[in-house]
């Protein structure tokens, strides 16, 4: 195949053009004319955007041109596969807006005082693995943000972790569009940490943590008027049968979700519907699944969980320093969050409350147990402001 | 006997979902329209569901409903188109009576019924409305709730506003948008590539006050020591080289800011104070840290 460097491509209205850059290739994205978006986020007329060897779709609502720039070589070589495509199901996501939209007006009409009503949209995405739920989760939340809302990121998907490292579950604001090139802001997230990466393991403590979280955002939520109103967008891990519906049921109750997106499963739509049926407050609504989505299979999976690892201490584009450390074992106290799979589940209570702190993450590189010490990648210079560690069986191996 | 109790049970859910249809909500009409293309077996169960319904609902949640009715006819057609029909005429002049001031809507809506219902319930509907056939122009106008699109298992709701709202208010914070996304990209490339790191995640605290996006809400650990530091220290004495109750020698450590040699975590003792531990006024002591 000949080498190119740019591409161009005219998009009619509401279709979208399907990226896929391999790993390890960058392409560069520029909007020649009308608009576009990716995941919700506008791109600017002119001013290009880095993709780095992920699976992306740019959306038209009135139609655009775009160009695809090579920052290597060969711009074919870089890309895996470019295709437009004309069945999506936007027309259904920005209904879902739509009918949020009407959701948070209500709460904003609640009035200037904090009260019951002024809770805006509960949003709940579930789903199995693979049919869209991250890419909803940003469209909704940029949408939102564009209509001048602050709506609260949820990634309750410990196995991928879109907002952090995998092994946690955590919080963000939105307040601007999401960074297309940085993902999520990193500025403010609140973490818990939960240190596996299936729910399984310890359910009690994941169980837990969703409850620390529904309470801290009901504090915030009574101080800040406008995240109230703006509501939550919660995404979910792909677990949906046996112990994960349980969790997705305590889920639901905690953080007190009001609508409910099932994405591409009609018995789990169904089973749902039927569970919801009781509480007159809760909407479930089913949703079809974008043809764009790439279904991971395991190894795709790991990797994808290895580069969330690498790019929590490195940054997307490389840009972070992390720093290495040593220090002397005596001056940490090292303890492992539910003790594997065995341990008795009447001792969790105990220390719990004590560790469900939000805190940092370290990747411990090496331990000598001759001098005693523990060498660790942390991802900023200076002391580890505090003495507890807390072991995962997240393992990962970055180059 | 299992089909027909299992029914029952759908027909009474999806009762129940009616009631929610108050308001002209794509999301529930789509999802009303849908659970009625999976049950076609029971059309007729269903159309009669919808006008029982549309004859008890109150005034305001009538037209939403008929926007679903609209819906399900257009989407999935037979054999629900059959359905309505045989009482549709009836139960529009009901609401026509009951909301005058939703005429134009319905009219509207008539005119988009053309061809998709028999011509004899189109002439029935007609006269219930009080319109001679030549008084509907023939109209090329759009359904005001949906476009027809055959046999798709979601309609295409007409998302226009929606849309045109997006892009208005979107066009109007753009600029502020992408003064944001400049300005943090001048801060990446300013810091340069060695001094970027990650910060320390926040406490639930600094998380609740910090709701903007600003960087230096993680809390900086340096600081704080440093400044615990040169308060807690005396400048060094030389008649005094241990702490007057202990006896423990003191550190001496060189404060740039006052660019003195001083004892770390050291305190004087005046008046009151050296009385209350029985030492001579100006005594050095050493303070245990908090």
């Given at each position: 195949m000949a080498t190119s460097t740019s591409r161009t491509f005219q998009l009619p209205a509401t279709?979208?053009?399907?990226?896929?850059?391999?790993?390890?290739?960058?392409?560069?994205?520029?909007?020649?004319?009308?608009?576009?978006?990716?995941?919700?986020?506008?791109?600017?007329?002119?001013?290009?955007?880095?993709?780095?060897?992920?699976?992306?779709?740019?959306?038209?609502?009135?139609?655009?041109?775009?160009?695809?720039?090579?920052?290597?070589?060969?711009?074919?070589?870089?890309?895996?596969?470019?295709?437009?495509?004309?069945?999506?199901?936007?027309?259904?996501?920005?209904?879902?807006?739509?009918?949020?939209?009407?959701?948070?007006?209500?709460?904003?009409?609640?009035?200037?005082?904090?009260?019951?009503?002024?809770?805006?949209?509960?949003?709940?995405?579930v789903g199995p693995t693979d049919v869209g739920k991250s890419s909803l989760c940003k469209i909704l939340c940029n949408y939102a943000v564009r209509m001048q809302w602050s709506p609260t990121m949820i990634d309750l998907d410990i196995g991928q972790g879109a907002i952090t490292a995998p092994g946690s579950i955590g919080a963000t604001p939105i307040e601007a569009p999401l960074d297309i090139e940085e993902g999520p802001p990193l500025e403010v997230p609140l973490i818990y940490y939960y240190?596996?990466?299936?729910?399984?393991?310890?359910?009690?403590?994941?169980?837990?943590?969703?409850?620390?979280?529904?309470?801290?955002?009901?504090?915030?939520?009574?101080?800040?008027?406008?995240a109230a109103n703006s509501g939550l967008v919660i995404n979910t891990m792909g677990w949906v049968t046996d112990l994960g519906l349980d969790l997705l049921y305590h889920t639901i109750k905690a953080l007190q979700v009001d609508v409910i997106l099932v994405l591409g499963d009609d018995k789990l739509y169904n089973t749902l519907h039927?569970?919801?049926?009781?509480?007159?407050?809760?909407?479930?609504?089913?949703?079809?699944?974008?043809?764009?989505?790439?279904?991971?299979?395991?190894?795709?999976?790991?990797?994808?969980?290895?580069?969330?690892?690498?790019?929590?201490?490195?940054?997307?584009?490389?840009?972070?320093?992390?720093?290495?450390?040593?220090?002397?074992?005596?001056?940490?106290?090292?303890?492992?969050?539910?003790?594997g799979p065995q341990a008795p589940s009447s001792a969790l209570p105990i220390g719990m409350k004590a560790f469900s702190e939000p805190l940092r993450f370290l990747y411990v590189t090496d331990v000598d147990p001759v001098r005693q010490t523990v060498t660790y990648l942390a991802p900023c210079l200076g002391p580890v402001p505090g003495k507890y560690l807390l072991l995962g069986s997240l393992k990962v191996m970055m180059q | 006997m299992t089909d027909l109790s299992q029914y029952k049970g759908f027909i009474e859910q999806y009762m129940?979902?009616?009631?929610?249809?108050?308001?002209?909500?794509?999301?529930?009409?789509?999802?009303?329209?849908?659970?009625?293309?999976?049950?076609?077996?029971?059309?007729?169960?269903?159309?009669?569901?919808?006008?029982?319904?549309?004859?008890?609902?109150?005034?305001?949640?009538?037209?939403?409903?008929?926007?679903?009715?609209?819906?399900?006819?257009?989407?999935?057609?037979?054999?629900?188109?059959?359905a309505f029909a045989?009482?549709?005429?009836?139960?529009?002049?009901?609401?026509?009576?009951?909301?005058?001031?939703?005429?134009?809507?319905?009219?509207?809506?008539?005119?988009?019924?053309?061809?998709?219902?028999?011509?004899?319930?189109?002439?029935?509907?007609?006269?219930?409305?009080?319109?001679?056939?030549?008084?509907?122009?023939?109209?090329?106008?759009?359904?005001?709730?949906?476009?027809?699109?055959?046999?798709k298992m979601i309609i295409q709701a007409d998302s226009t506003l929606t849309v045109a709202k997006l892009v208005e208010s979107s066009t109007a914070l753009r600029a502020k948008h992408l003064d944001q996304w400049y300005l943090k990209q001048r801060r990446l490339k300013d810091a340069g590539a060695a001094n970027q790191s990650q910060h320390w995640f926040v406490d639930e605290n600094t998380w609740l006050r910090g709701t903007t996006t600003d960087a230096k809400a993680a809390p900086d650990f340096y600081e704080e020591d440093q400044e615990d530091e040169a308060e807690a220290s005396e400048p060094v004495d030389d008649s005094q080289p241990n702490c007057g109750l202990s006896g423990e020698k003191f550190d001496i450590f060189w404060d740039d800011e006052s660019e003195q040699w001083r004892y770390r975590d050291a305190k004087r003792l005046l008046g009151p104070e050296a009385v209350k531990y029985g030492v001579a006024d100006g005594t050095l002591v050493k303070r245990s840290r908090q």
């Amino acid at each position: 195949m000949a080498t190119s460097t740019s591409r161009t491509f005219q998009l009619p209205a509401t279709e979208e053009l399907r990226l896929e850059v391999r790993q390890g290739h960058t392409i560069l994205i520029k909007l020649l004319d009308g608009t576009a978006e990716i995941f919700g986020t506008e791109l600017y007329l002119g001013t290009p955007i880095e993709l780095h060897g992920q699976k992306t779709a740019v959306y038209t609502w009135h139609g655009c041109k775009l160009e695809l720039l090579a920052s290597g070589s060969d711009l074919n070589e870089a890309l895996e596969s470019v295709y437009p495509a004309g069945e999506t199901p936007m027309q259904e996501y920005v209904n879902v807006h739509s009918l949020l939209e009407q959701r948070r007006a209500t709460a904003k009409e609640a009035g200037p005082v904090y009260s019951a009503r002024s809770e805006g949209p509960r949003t709940l995405l579930v789903g199995p693995t693979d049919v869209g739920k991250s890419s909803l989760c940003k469209i909704l939340c940029n949408y939102a943000v564009r209509m001048q809302w602050s709506p609260t990121m949820i990634d309750l998907d410990i196995g991928q972790g879109a907002i952090t490292a995998p092994g946690s579950i955590g919080a963000t604001p939105i307040e601007a569009p999401l960074d297309i090139e940085e993902g999520p802001p990193l500025e403010v997230p609140l973490i818990y940490y939960y240190g596996h990466v299936t729910p399984s393991v310890n359910p009690d403590l994941y169980r837990h943590l969703v409850e620390c979280l529904a309470a801290l955002l009901k504090r915030r939520h009574s101080m800040n008027l406008d995240a109230a109103n703006s509501g939550l967008v919660i995404n979910t891990m792909g677990w949906v049968t046996d112990l994960g519906l349980d969790l997705l049921y305590h889920t639901i109750k905690a953080l007190q979700v009001d609508v409910i997106l099932v994405l591409g499963d009609d018995k789990l739509y169904n089973t749902l519907h039927q569970h919801c049926r009781q509480s007159r407050n809760v909407t479930v609504f089913r949703l079809p699944k974008s043809g764009g989505v790439v279904v991971r299979d395991p190894t795709l999976r790991k990797t994808s969980r290895t580069n969330r690892v690498r790019e929590y201490f490195y940054g997307p584009r490389n840009r972070l320093r992390p720093h290495s450390q040593t220090v002397s074992l005596r001056e940490l106290s090292i303890y492992r969050i539910g003790g594997g799979p065995q341990a008795p589940s009447s001792a969790l209570p105990i220390g719990m409350k004590a560790f469900s702190e939000p805190l940092r993450f370290l990747y411990v590189t090496d331990v000598d147990p001759v001098r005693q010490t523990v060498t660790y990648l942390a991802p900023c210079l200076g002391p580890v402001p505090g003495k507890y560690l807390l072991l995962g069986s997240l393992k990962v191996m970055m180059q | 006997m299992t089909d027909l109790s299992q029914y029952k049970g759908f027909i009474e859910q999806y009762m129940v979902e009616l009631k929610e249809l108050t308001f002209n909500s794509k999301p529930i009409i789509n999802n009303l329209t849908m659970l009625a293309e999976e049950h076609r077996n029971i059309a007729p169960s269903i159309a009669a569901a919808i006008e029982h319904h549309l004859s008890s609902c109150p005034p305001a949640s009538k037209l939403p409903v008929l926007y679903l009715l609209d819906s399900i006819a257009k989407n999935v057609r037979e054999p629900f188109v059959s359905a309505f029909a045989r009482n549709l005429p009836e139960v529009f002049s009901q609401i026509w009576t009951a909301l005058p001031q939703a005429h134009p809507q319905l009219l509207k809506l008539l005119n988009t019924w053309t061809g998709l219902f028999p011509g004899g319930t189109l002439a029935a509907l007609r006269r219930s409305v009080g319109q001679p056939e030549a008084a509907l122009r023939p109209s090329s106008a759009p359904a005001p709730g949906y476009q027809a699109r055959p046999c798709k298992m979601i309609i295409q709701a007409d998302s226009t506003l929606t849309v045109a709202k997006l892009v208005e208010s979107s066009t109007a914070l753009r600029a502020k948008h992408l003064d944001q996304w400049y300005l943090k990209q001048r801060r990446l490339k300013d810091a340069g590539a060695a001094n970027q790191s990650q910060h320390w995640f926040v406490d639930e605290n600094t998380w609740l006050r910090g709701t903007t996006t600003d960087a230096k809400a993680a809390p900086d650990f340096y600081e704080e020591d440093q400044e615990d530091e040169a308060e807690a220290s005396e400048p060094v004495d030389d008649s005094q080289p241990n702490c007057g109750l202990s006896g423990e020698k003191f550190d001496i450590f060189w404060d740039d800011e006052s660019e003195q040699w001083r004892y770390r975590d050291a305190k004087r003792l005046l008046g009151p104070e050296a009385v209350k531990y029985g030492v001579a006024d100006g005594t050095l002591v050493k303070r245990s840290r908090q």
